[in-house]
C-alpha cells in the first residue's frame, strides 16, 4: 500500500487544452516548499501543507509542516505549524473552522490556534488497518466533513471528537466541496485501486448518488470557481505517470467538462485553492513549489 501512496506524489501533469483560440493564462512559481500537497486560501493568507522532506504520504516521520504565505505569494513563514510541543507526519487537506486551522495527517485530524500556532485539537478516526485522512470540508464552525480515501467520507464533530461516517461508497475518496444550500458535498474519487472514480453527491444525512453525467478520471483537487463553475484535477495515470488534467464542471458537477489549460506542465497538481479572483494555486510537490495561474482562459 505504502507504494502505491507514495506514487501519489510523483504524477505528471500536462493539461490538455481548453480552447484553440485562448491564450494560457501566465504562471507564477513559488518555491521553497517540502513537498506540498494542499493548498487553502482564507483570507489574504494561504496555507501550503508540507508532506516533509521525506515524500510518504503515509509515513509517521514527523517531519510535516504547514507554510503561511501572503495574496501575493510572498512566503511569511515557512514552518508556521506546528508550533512547539506538537507534530505533523504527513499534513494534507487543510479547512478553516471557527478561527482554527484544521489539517488532515493520515489517521487523525489536527487543529490549531492561529494566534499562538499552538494546537489546540486532535481526533483520531476509528479506523482499522491503513487509513488516509485526505481533505477536509467545512460545514459550520462546529463540524467538518473528512475524506478518507480507504474507508469513504466522515463528520467530525469539534467539540466532541467525535466521527460519523456518511458513506463508504466513495471509492477512493479524495478532494471534498460542501454546498451549504444542499446541505450535500461533491466528493471527487480515485477509485478503490487507484484506477479511476467518478464524482459523487453526499448528503449530510448519507445520501449517496454518483452524478450521471461525471466525467471519469483519477481525481484529487475540487474547488469552485467565482463563477459558480467547479474545477477538478485528474491524473489520467499513475504507474507510469502520464500527462494529467483540469476539468470545468457545471455547478452540480455534471460533465462531460471542459478542459482548462493553466498554460504550464504542472507535476503532481493535487489539493489547489481557488481565491476570489480566480487565480488557482496549485501544488507541484516533486518541484517543491506552488504554482499560481489565472482562473480566466481568456487572459
Known amino acids: 500500500m505504502n507504494r502505491t501512496l507514495t506514487l501519489i506524489a510523483f504524477l505528471a501533469a500536462l493539461p490538455v487544452s481548453g480552447g484553440v483560440a485562448a491564450a494560457p493564462p501566465v504562471p507564477r512559481t513559488v518555491t521553497g516548499f517540502d513537498n506540498p500537497e494542499?493548498?487553502?486560501?482564507?483570507?489574504?493568507?494561504?496555507?501550503?501543507?508540507?508532506?516533509?522532506?521525506?515524500?510518504?504520504?503515509?509515513?509517521?516521520?514527523?517531519?510535516?509542516?504547514?507554510?503561511?504565505?501572503?495574496?501575493?505569494?510572498?512566503?511569511?513563514?515557512?514552518?508556521?505549524?506546528?508550533?512547539?510541543?506538537?507534530?505533523?507526519?504527513?499534513?494534507?487537506?487543510?479547512?478553516?473552522?471557527?478561527?482554527?486551522?484544521?489539517?488532515?495527517?493520515?489517521?487523525?485530524?489536527?487543529?490549531?490556534?492561529?494566534?499562538?500556532?499552538?494546537?489546540?485539537?486532535?481526533?483520531?478516526?476509528?479506523?482499522?488497518?491503513?487509513?488516509?485522512?485526505?481533505?477536509?470540508?467545512?460545514?459550520?464552525?462546529?463540524?467538518?466533513?473528512?475524506s478518507e480515501t480507504i474507508g469513504g467520507v466522515w463528520e467530525l464533530d469539534l467539540a466532541t471528537g467525535a466521527f460519523t461516517q456518511l458513506t463508504g461508497a466513495v471509492p477512493g475518496a479524495n478532494g471534498i466541496l460542501y454546498d451549504p444550500s444542499s446541505r450535500s458535498a461533491l466528493v471527487v474519487g480515485l477509485g478503490a485501486h487507484f484506477e479511476g472514480g467518478d464524482i459523487f453527491h453526499v448528503g449530510l444525512d448519507g445520501s449517496t448518488e454518483r452524478v450521471t453525467t461525471s466525467p471519469h478520471g483519477i481525481f484529487d483537487g475540487i474547488a469552485r470557481l467565482p463563477d459558480g463553475s467547479v474545477l477538478v484535477s485528474d491524473w489520467v495515470a499513475i504507474d507510469p505517470p502520464s500527462p494529467g488534467r483540469f476539468l470545468r464542471l457545471a455547478p452540480d458537477g455534471s460533465g462531460p467538462g471542459e478542459a482548462f489549460d493553466p498554460g504550464v506542465a504542472i507535476t503532481g497538481p493535487a489539493d489547489f485553492g481557488v481565491d476570489s479572483t480566480g487565480a488557482i494555486w496549485i501544488p507541484a510537490s516533486p518541484e517543491n513549489a506552488v504554482v499560481v495561474v489565472s482562473g480566466d482562459p481568456d487572459q
Open 38 to 146: 494542499s493548498v487553502l486560501v482564507a483570507g489574504d493568507h494561504r496555507f501550503v501543507s508540507n508532506i516533509g522532506a521525506t515524500l510518504d504520504p503515509t509515513g509517521k516521520d514527523g517531519d510535516g509542516t504547514i507554510s503561511e504565505l501572503d495574496a501575493n505569494g510572498r512566503v511569511l513563514d515557512a514552518r508556521a505549524f506546528p508550533g512547539a510541543g506538537s507534530h505533523l507526519d504527513a499534513p494534507k487537506g487543510m479547512a478553516m473552522a471557527g478561527g482554527r486551522l484544521y489539517v488532515a495527517d493520515i489517521d487523525r485530524v489536527v487543529g490549531f490556534d492561529l494566534a499562538t500556532r499552538a494546537q489546540v485539537f486532535e481526533a483520531r478516526l476509528p479506523t482499522t488497518g491503513p487509513t488516509l485522512a485526505n481533505d477536509l470540508a467545512p460545514v459550520d464552525e462546529r463540524h467538518l466533513l473528512v
